[in-house]
């Protein structure tokens, strides 16, 4: 199966997997659950709510006003498969976040999705520049199985904190768990150190 699906880096690669991860072939569809209903561009919104000054909820028609861009970035699950050079189009956190005025007091951020999924970040790794909401993949609309119509991509930790349909983001005076946190996973989930389990 190994050989199959997954194989182990080479050389050149090695570098940019973590400890503990396998390439794959393809992208393997990882969710908790049932996938909620499809959801169009149109009908989807992104609730902000906690320390702020009042909630916030953003449109399609509102994020399409950010600047938008490609983004090319590796993908490491914590079951031990990678996708190296995954291309997505959207809009960063951080232009969003400049929409928003957040307390001082906020250290951590819980993100909600359809369905019902949770997972928690240190304020810190939300902001990082590099982070964006996703809706494209590969140059197509991103498919409902991927978390579409939009997720979050998250590339410093394992895919469960990209969340997949995302459509809340929660922000907390101290850290609180998610799902997968409330379930056995790691607060952080850093691939480098293999932060896979509490």
Not at 99 to 126: I, K, Q, R, W
Request: net charge negative; charged share 20%.
């Amino acid at each position: 199966m190994l050989g199959k699906f997954f194989q182990k880096p080479s050389p050149p690669e090695s570098d940019r997997v973590p400890p503990g991860q396998y390439l794959t072939n393809g992208f393997p569809i990882m969710t908790y659950g049932q996938a909620p209903p499809h959801l169009s561009r149109k009908e989807w919104k992104l609730k902000v709510w906690g320390l702020v000054p009042q909630p916030l909820m953003f449109t399609w028609d509102d994020v399409m006003t950010l600047p938008q861009q490609e983004f090319t970035a590796d993908f490491h699950c914590v079951t031990r498969w990678s996708k190296l050079d995954v291309t997505w189009k959207g809009f960063r956190v951080v232009d969003l976040m400049k929409l928003v005025d957040l307390d001082p007091s906020a250290v951590h951020v819980m993100e909600h999705c359809l369905g019902g999924y949770t997972t928690n970040l240190p304020l810190a790794d939300f902001l990082r520049p590099e982070n964006f909401f996703a809706y494209e993949l590969n140059g197509e609309p991103l498919p409902l199985e991927h978390g579409g119509p939009v997720r979050t991509v998250v590339p410093h930790l394992y895919a469960w904190k990209s969340a997949k349909w995302i459509n809340g983001i929660e922000f907390l005076p101290k850290e609180q768990s998610g799902f997968w946190e409330r379930n056995g996973y790691h607060g952080r989930g850093e691939p480098w150190t293999e932060e896979r389990y509490s």
